[in-house]
């Protein structure tokens, strides 16, 4: 029924397989939408959120999701950027368009759910209006929101591309003017893209009277800042990878060649690598010199099961020691178990950075006589989360069936 | 702002007083003590010791009104310039018209000093005839905080203006000091040697809490027991 939509030369599901598909994420992003607007019209206090946890849920998976999304302009930068001074980049083109729905889909969720995170909606335009340029938060919400103009510019022609709208000779005038011109959008992206996911960093490295968030820095810029930009280009790509094998793999077809894994896998593992030693340097001097200087140990900083020292090991050790070494051998590359394992550990350990960074930094007591606080997220933060998952599943399968994603899937898959 | 721990009998008038001068709002369930809005916080301390060398003290926490140079921690990272410290008095206040409720700041305060309306405000019918019409009250999805009652200073300078004094000699006590029946309280302006809070916060007792995190709180206590002192500062 829909064939005409359908890119030429593939071959997708039937349509009633990918309605049903359809409606169950359509379901699980209703029951996040209805969820999201109780709390817009009840109040945050519906959340698990209070005076201890200013930060939950919320800013966690928006950070995470963020850096997962880095995959979008870091991809872009390699490709457009630095594939005429190093060719073995070129192989990314690939998998670039894949690359820039993740990164739309992902800014657009984060902003709506930094939209719920909000006590007052309604004044969401203010940081425009009244910014403070000391925040770091105002440089996150302008540069996001910048990036996801970007995004979309970078999303639309590859809309256009689509069989039936690209028959209309406007759109496709369009759509080719807008390619052409892509590169300059992808460095723009790249631009915006670096200071942003500092800046996240910053948001709360830069929290002077929170020790287990402070770093010292450069100039204006807390370590936070260098780390987190670093991490999610060590982790974007490895969640490009993922979804692009998770699409084959629902979809019983090969959309890649494996060398573009290989190349991933590559980057993944000298970015990681890199990350993670400036990571433990990060960890040793904060353990040991800054903490200290603040009155704290480090084992004032962890406590129990919700809190312990498992974030800190799952982290830096088996979430980044072991998929970078991993992945720097020939072999753990080669392997598909491995190396999609190894990525797998690379999202969960920026996911636990992010976590620590947000509920652990405010779960810590900081006056003596304070106590620790456990923060338990309600419905309303879980549905709004599973949405924003089932959104991005939910574009990636339109993208897929009627986009011509994977520019060497025609060859891959020849129809016989 | 001194507060003397020695004296400090734990009878919370200066955070009633408080709730009353700032029209400061009740939850419908006052049972969530993480939600709870009170701007001067009573802590009970403990030496931790077993009887007959138990002691305990009491604590009240205003907001510190940091004076970190440059910025307190919480105007600081504010988005939208809702919270300044007015460097010609050294308070820290909050616009709440231009409050977004992100909640950075509450975040970047380690003294829980700021609170969140989580509820649009309510009181109970009979105590609404006792609201403040100096004090606008906050609306839902916004933060507030102590403003050393920076309306009763307003009203202190408009009498100097229409006395014709100086209005920067103006001298005001907050609801807290006021209401403090053992004078545990003092209050004044702290860069003039010449005032008691100057005086106070020199002595040998004064320490200020958590003063290692360099926020260069505006709030001295004073105690002549070592113990308070090490819970004041970790690792003292």
Known sequence: ???????????????????LWVLLLAAIIGWGVWAGGMVLYKAVNVTGLNDYFGFGFYITIDLAIIALGAGAFFTGFLYYGLSRFFPAFAELSKVINLSVVIGFLCYTGAIVILLLELGQPMRAWFPYWHPNVHSMLTEVIFCITCYAMVLTIEYAPI????????????????????????????????FLSFFHQGSLGGVAGVLFARPFAFRTGFFIWPWTFFLFVLSAIA??????????????????RQLVDRSVYDLFGKIVATLLSFYIVLKIIDTLYWALVLAPSFGFKLTDFYLGPVYGFWLLVGEIIICGIVPAVVLLTPKGRANNGLLFSMFILDCIGITINRYVMTVQAL???VMPFDRWEIYIPTIYEWAPGFALIAYIMLVISLSYRYLPLFPREKELNPIR | MVIDLDKCTGCTACSVA????NNVSFLPDESN????????????LQNGKEYPDYQFTYL???????????????????PVNATRRDESNGIVSHIYPRCIGCRYCMVACPYHARKFNWWDPSWPKSMEAMLSPEVSPRMRGVVEKCTFCHHRLLAARAKAYLDGADLNKVTYLPACAEACP???????????????VARLSKDQRAFRILEKLQTEPKVYYLSKYQWVHKLGDKGL
């Open chain 1, 235 to 252: 982790s974007g790509p490895a969640f490009t990878a993922l979804i692009c094998r998770g699409l084959e793999k629902i979809s019983g």
């Open chain 2, 182 to 196: 053992t004078k545990a309280i003092s209050f004044g302006n702290l860069l003039d040697p010449d005032s008691e």
């Open chain 1, 363 to 365: 779960a810590t007591p």
């Open chain 2, 33 to 44: 003590k993480v939600r709870s809005i009170s701007w001067m916080e009573i802590y009970q």
């Open chain 1, 159 to 190: 809309i256009l591309e689509n069989r039936k709208i690209n028959a209309v000779r406007g759109a496709r005038v369009f759509g080719h003017t807008l390619h052409e011109v892509m590169a300059i959008f992808a460095l723009t992206g790249t």
């Open chain 2, 18 to 21: 408080c709730q009353a001068e």
């Open chain 1, 1 to 19: 029924m829909d064939k005409a939509l359908i890119p030429d030369g593939v071959k997708r599901c039937p349509l009633p397989v990918f309605s």
């Open chain 2, 60 to 78: 009240p926490r205003p907001c510190m009104h940091c004076n970190a140079p440059h910025h307190s921690p919480c105007t600081f990272v504010c």
